[in-house]
């Protein structure tokens, strides 16, 4: 049904001239039906314009204006301006009559309703929603959705406020989509964009809405758990400072005591040995600023 009525986008409206032909034609038409029924007021005689035969209006000129009048009202009535992005979707009695996307001056029905579509490239940034990190710990997150409406008919008659559609859609797809938060694996937030972004669209597109992209724009963890996860990250820095500084005085006492051995500075037996690596490794570590 859509399909069809999409290939007929336009059959429900002619160039705008023909209403205003129409309109002319219909002011014309009560102008001389009034000059018909001898009604022409001072102003026309002034102009010269002879005077009309009939003395009154009768049931001919009372038909002759209202078949003026309305050829004037649905001629003027009908006109409308189409824009760039914007289209008409027109119905009656509860049914899809076709889509207006023209642009110009417009003659369209006056008779048949017809509503506003933006069909224009749209952002939309959502507001904080709840999501989680490959962990399992809650975050928040502020995706940018870029879409537009496609299908208008499947659009305005299928989804009441598209805005409200994509959040839905959103939200569900952040409960199946783990994200990464700042500071987290390079192209984690991509990568979770990329897979929003294919959830996000696969449900929009039966109701004619397209989804060219949904990224995550501001990653954080929520306030309940951003604390532990803080202490988390601050005890796991600060044990691989210690296992590289470790690592490194290991490193510094194991050649010095190889260069005093190889040298011949020193003999050490297995007890002096273990002294001297005690000693070396107490002074590594004071001088570092390492606590023993």
């Not at 509503?115 to 989680?132: C, I, Y």
């Not at 987290?184 to 809405?209: C, F, K, Q, S």
């Not at 044990?239 to 003999?267: F, I, K, N, Y």
Request: hydrophobic fraction near 45%.
């Amino acid at each position: 049904g859509s399909t069809r009525a999409g290939r007929s986008a336009s059959s429900g409206s002619v160039s705008g001239a023909a209403g205003l032909f129409a309109g002319a034609c219909g002011l014309t038409g009560a102008l001389v039906t009034t000059w018909w029924a001898g009604l022409l007021p001072p102003a026309g005689r002034a102009l010269g314009l002879p005077a009309g035969t009939g003395s009154g209006l009768g049931l001919a000129h009372w038909a002759a204006y209202a078949g003026s009048g309305l050829l004037g009202a649905a001629g003027f009535g009908g006109l409308t301006r189409g824009r760039a992005g914007r289209a008409w979707v027109l119905g009656l009695f509860g049914r899809y009559r076709g889509t207006v996307r023209r642009t110009g001056l417009l003659w369209v029905n006056p008779l048949v309703p017809r509503r506003r579509v933006d069909v224009r490239l749209r952002h939309w940034r959502s507001e904080a929603m709840p999501a989680v990190d490959p962990d399992g710990m809650a975050l928040r997150v502020v995706v940018l959705v870029v879409w537009r409406v496609r299908d208008t008919a499947r659009a305005l008659l299928g989804v009441d406020d598209h805005e409200t559609y994509l959040r839905a859609c959103v939200e569900a797809a952040l409960a199946r989509v783990p994200v990464e938060p700042a500071g987290g694996a390079r192209g984690g937030t991509t990568a979770a964009g990329d897979a929003l972004t294919r959830l996000v669209a696969e449900e929009t597109a039966p109701v004619g809405v397209e989804v060219f992209s949904v990224q995550p724009v501001r990653v954080e963890y929520a306030p309940e758990v951003a604390a532990a996860v803080h202490r988390r990250r601050i005890a796991a820095l600060d044990a691989r400072q210690r296992a590289s500084l470790l690592g490194s005085v290991v490193d510094s006492v194991e050649d010095t005591v190889t260069r005093l051995t190889t040298r011949g500075l020193v003999e050490l037996d297995d007890y002096d040995r273990k002294v001297l690596v005690r000693d070396l490794t107490v002074a590594f570590c004071s001088g570092r600023g390492e606590p023993v």
